[in-house]
Each structure stands twice: as structure tokens, then as C-alpha cells.
């Protein structure tokens, strides 16, 4: 018990896990969906990945009002928002479904988008502060592990309802009729239906602790109201939000184009459904295992190290399947999970140690620069469209690259206050 509370693991902090939970598990169905939508609309690669230029979008223009909201009226106040529009957007998806059209459906998964951007704003420095400074690594990579096991979760459920019979059995480049599409968009809205009840749960779950939160998170950044354009005069912010968002860019876009990538018979060739479930418990699964692992080595090792050790490797696997080597390049693609399991914590809270700006106005930056990270899919499904899959992997190459170099030069630069070389 003296041991958790040395990490700064109390009752407001676990309370706040369930939220990356619920956020891992409902942003990961934009995977399977991808497939969904791709097989029931006749859409190729950059068409059916519009659905994650949506989600990046809504980090654009949400994140920095998101982080002003918080500033105003508080996290937790913020949060219950936060989670309403999420049931909003997933009920406006369900109803969306009745139109038969993907732009109604792109609409109302950029309200489920708004939601999940108001919800990582302010809910990763609150998982950050709630406890000593010398553990924010630790704490933002544990909460960051209940993320990666609500991904793995979700990709599953979602892989089995959306991608079930009918949509296997249509195989790749498939064309359906009017009543296959019908099922498949079924499917799609049970999905999507089940979500919604899933987060009016946790709406009263953390309506009932907010006091909890509210008591823990008053003594967590106390009296900090700078604006979010002065994280812009900070270098290391600048840094850090370009770096986080060709991470986010380069690990969604993997997971993106994963399931047809294994589906090809040059690969490892598996059915939709199949490939869908290596995709949650290989990929994700091994992030979520990563963030276990990582969160102990954080505790011994320096996060700006660890960091380095893990982009080289991703880089390494992204060019191995970039070589298409037939399954060795399937092999490889799904290992990168594995190693991008401390990526997005671990960048976070270098930056936020160093950054001349509030917590607040860094987190806001760095959720404004997830948005960037949209040109990544939008590159890769172009590639993949007139080259194929594997070319596609050159992509998150040069981003895992750009990580090394800010990995290296957040291990030569101390956190601002003079903290202790925790990094």
C-alpha cells in the first residue's frame, strides 16, 4: 500500500484509469469499421480512411476550446461533457445508419470524435498530476495501460460484430447489394448502440466520485490559467506536439490498413474476421502488454532511453514489412505494437516537464497536434491505392525516426524547476 501510494496511485487516480478505458475501447472500432464501411460502400483505401481523417479533424478544431473549457469550469465538469457527447455521437452514428450514406456517418463520428478530443485533453495531465512528480511517467503509462486494454477489447468486439459472416465471406473487393448492406450497417449499429449504454454507465459512475477527483485535482495544477497560445512560445512544446502527432499518425495508420494488409495472400493471407482479431490481440495486445512492462522499466530506467530504444525498434519493423517479405512482413507489423506501447505517454510527459506553458496549455497544444497526424493515413491510403499495402509502411517509418531524434534530444536537456533526472 506505501508502495502504490509512493506512485501516487489513489482513488481519484483509478477513477480516472476508467475513462482511458472508455476511450481505448470505443476509439479502436474506427478499425473494424474501416473494413465495414469499405466492404458496404465499395470504397477504396483513401475513401474508407476518411473515417480517421474525421477523428484527427475533431483533434484540430476541439482541442484548444476543449483546454480553454477546462481552464474555465474545471476537469471534472469538463469530463461529464466529454463522455455526453461521446453517448451523443455514438446514438448519432446508430441513427446516422438509417440514411445509408457515409458522409451522414462521417458526420456523426466527428460528435463521437469531439467527445473523445474533450476527454484525452483534460483527462492525460490529470492522470499526470494526481501525484508525485517523479512518477508522472509511471502514472500516465499505467493509466495509458487500461487505454491499451480497452483497444484490445474493443477491436475484438467490434472485429465480431461488424466484420461476422457477412462481411467475411465477402472477402476483398467483394460488391454487395442493397440487402447485404443493410446487414452489414445492422451490425454496425448494434456496435455502436452497445457503446452508447456502455458510457451512461460510466457517466454516473463518475458523476458519483466526482468530489473525489474534484478534491485531488484542485491540489494538482493549482491557480494556472495561461492561455493555450502560449505553449506556442515554448520550443520544447513545439517539439513535442509534432512529435506526438506523427506517433499518433504513424500508429493509427498501421492499425488502419493492418486487417487488409494481413488478409493479402503475399502476407499471411487470413480472413477479414481473423485478421481483425490478430489486429487486437497481437498489435494492440502488444501495447497493451508494452505498457505493463514499460511502466515497471519506467520506474528504473530513463524515460528519454527507453523511448529511443522503443522508436528504433518500430522503425526496424515498419522496414522489414516495408520489404514485403512475405509473412515475416506480417510478423513484423504486428510486433510494432509491442514497442509503441510507451510512445504516446512517455512524449507527453517529456514535453510537459519541459515546456515554458501550463500543463494545461501543453496538453492542449499536444492534443491540437494529433490533427497533424492526419496527413499521415491520408499518405498512406494514397500509397496503398496506387502502390500497394507494403510501400504504405514508409509512411511511419520517417515518423518513428523523427521520435528517435526527439527522444535523443529530450536525454541531453533536463525538465524545467531542476526536477530530478527522471527522464
Not at 87 to 116: D, E, K, P
Not at 349 to 369: D, I, V
Request: hydrophobic content about 55%.
Amino acid at each position: 500500500m506505501e508502495r502504490l501510494r509512493a506512485l501516487g496511485i489513489s482513488g481519484a487516480f483509478v477513477s480516472v484509469t476508467t475513462l482511458f478505458f472508455a476511450w481505448g475501447f470505443i476509439a479502436s472500432n474506427n478499425d473494424p469499421l474501416i473494413v465495414a464501411m469499405r466492404a458496404a460502400f465499395h470504397l477504396n483505401y483513401t475513401e474508407a480512411l476518411a473515417i480517421q481523417l474525421v477523428s484527427f479533424l475533431a483533434y484540430g478544431l476541439v482541442s484548444l476550446p476543449a483546454a480553454s473549457l477546462g481552464n474555465r469550469i474545471g476537469p471534472v465538469s469538463t469530463l461529464m461533457i466529454a463522455l455526453g457527447t461521446m453517448m451523443a455521437g455514438c446514438l448519432a452514428v446508430r441513427f446516422s445508419l438509417g440514411f445509408q450514406s457515409f458522409a451522414a456517418i462521417l458526420a456523426a463520428l466527428f460528435v463521437l470524435a469531439t467527445g473523445i478530443t474533450t476527454l484525452q485533453v483534460s483527462a492525460n495531465p490529470l492522470a499526470a498530476a494526481l501525484g508525485p512528480v517523479r512518477t508522472s511517467h509511471f502514472r500516465l503509462n499505467f493509466a495509458q495501460t487500461f487505454n491499451s486494454l480497452g483497444v484490445v477489447i474493443g477491436v475484438n468486439f467490434g472485429a465480431s460484430v461488424m466484420l461476422g459472416a457477412k462481411v467475411i465471406a465477402a472477402g476483398q473487393g467483394q460488391v454487395y447489394g442493397a440487402d447485404q448492406r443493410v446487414e452489414v450497417l445492422h451490425s454496425v449499429g448494434h456496435a455502436f448502440t452497445v457503446m452508447a449504454a456502455m458510457l451512461a454507465v460510466l457517466i454516473a459512475f463518475l458523476w458519483s466520485q466526482r468530489r473525489r477527483i474534484v478534491a485531488a485535482s484542485m491540489v494538482a495544477e493549482p491557480g494556472q490559467q495561461a492561455t493555450m497560445l502560449d505553449a506556442l512560445k515554448s520550443r520544447w512544446a513545439i517539439f513535442g506536439a509534432v512529435a506526438i502527432g506523427l506517433y499518433v499518425g504513424a500508429e493509427v495508420s498501421i492499425g488502419s490498413i493492418m486487417i487488409n494488409f494481413l488478409h493479402q495472400d503475399s502476407v499471411l493471407a487470413l480472413p477479414l474476421l481473423k485478421g481483425g482479431r490478430y489486429l487486437a490481440n497481437v498489435y494492440w495486445g502488444g501495447a497493451l502488454i508494452g505498457r505493463f512492462i514499460g511502466s515497471v522499466l519506467l520506474t528504473r530506467v530513463r524515460a528519454a532511453r527507453l523511448l529511443c530504444l522503443c522508436a528504433v525498434a518500430a522503425a526496424s519493423l515498419c522496414a522489414i514489412a516495408l520489404a514485403d517479405v512475405g509473412p515475416l512482413s506480417g510478423y513484423a507489423a504486428l510486433a510494432v505494437g509491442l514497442f509503441n506501447s510507451i510512445m504516446f505517454p512517455t512524449i507527453f510527459t517529456l514535453t510537459l516537464e519541459r515546456s515554458r506553458a501550463s500543463q494545461s496549455a501543453t496538453s492542449g497544444l499536444l492534443c491540437l497536434a494529433i490533427a497533424g497526424g492526419a496527413l499521415l493515413p491520408f499518405l498512406v491510403g494514397r500509397i496503398a491505392d496506387t502502390a500497394n499495402l507494403a510501400v504504405a509502411f514508409v509512411v511511419p517509418v520517417g515518423a518513428y525516426l523523427f521520435i528517435v531524434c526527439f527522444a535523443v534530444q529530450a536525454a541531453t536537456r533536463s525538465p524545467r524547476g531542476g526536477l530530478a533526472a527522471a527522464v
